[in-house]
């Protein structure tokens, strides 16, 4: 239903392979710590990757299989009682009237508890998500403090500093800020050769962009998937009128 796109593991990776590349430079003893982070933190990385998936499916499927109970309101049931006793004593103009109170009434309590449930959904969803971001910025952090300790080994210039989800603030051009032009002149020496230490710096900087651009990408998903509910709950809605009038 929901498919969310914050510091995904695929990104977090971006970091180990850099590692690896500055590694084969190294003869050190920083060689075997960096060899051993990468793995355990490899392994972190994937097995929340996992259990991220099956915790969102399974919410999907409870949501889908265990829906708010619903029930008509004693006002409502009243005026059904009423409505079939006028049309057994054959008084078709009352039936009429009281018919119409039943259709706004019975409208109005479908649209309630639709309401009901999408928001019992909504909440739902809003924790799962948050519980999973702040799961995934811990593991960030982790790996961004592992790779400053690397840079600190192998006496490379420390990364940009780590910024939490939580601390950025909403930015309404943070999509178009993450496809800025990159200057290529900028990340090659004068021999042609690829200037590592500029490319890191660049690839930093668009990696922050993402990071900013987080909320706008989680508010599209919740919009885009409480909204399609939302139309669903509308065409079955439209589908159990009819059906009411028939009968």
């Known amino acids: 239903l929901i498919k969310t796109r914050t510091i995904e593991p695929s990104s977090l990776r971006q970091g180990l392979d850099k590692s690896r590349i500055m590694l084969r430079k190294d003869s050190s003893s920083s060689r075997a710590w960096a060899l051993e982070f990468s793995d355990t933190i490899s392994k972190k990385i994937e097995e929340c990757r996992l259990l991220h998936e099956r915790q969102r499916k399974k919410l999907d499927s409870d949501l889908e299989s265990n829906p708010l109970e619903s029930s008509f309101s004693s006002q409502l049931m009243d005026l059904m009682q009423r409505e079939e006793q006028a ?88 999509l178009s800020a993450g496809r800025q032009k990159v200057n290529l002149k900028k990340l090659k020496n004068p021999d042609g050769s690829l200037n590592m230490d500029a490319f890191w710096e660049e690839e930093m900087k668009m990696r922050l962009d993402t990071y900013r651009a987080w909320p706008d990408h989680e508010r599209a998903n919740l919009d885009m998937a409480f909204g399609l509910q939302v139309q669903r709950v509308d065409a079955e809605w439209g589908t159990y009128e009819q059906q009411m009038r028939r009968d």
């Open 87 to 174: 049309a057994n004593q054959g008084l078709l103009e009352a039936q009429e009237q009281i018919s119409k109170r039943v259709d706004s009434a019975l409208k109005n309590e479908t649209f309630r508890h639709f309401k009901m449930q999408a928001q019992q959904n909504q909440r739902r969803w809003a924790a799962l998500l948050e519980r999973q971001a702040n799961e995934r910025e811990k593991i960030a952090q982790e790996l961004h403090e592992g790779y400053c300790r690397l840079c600190l080994l192998l006496s490379k210039p420390a990364p940009a500093q780590y910024v939490p989800i939580s601390e950025l603030a909403h930015q309404r051009n943070a």
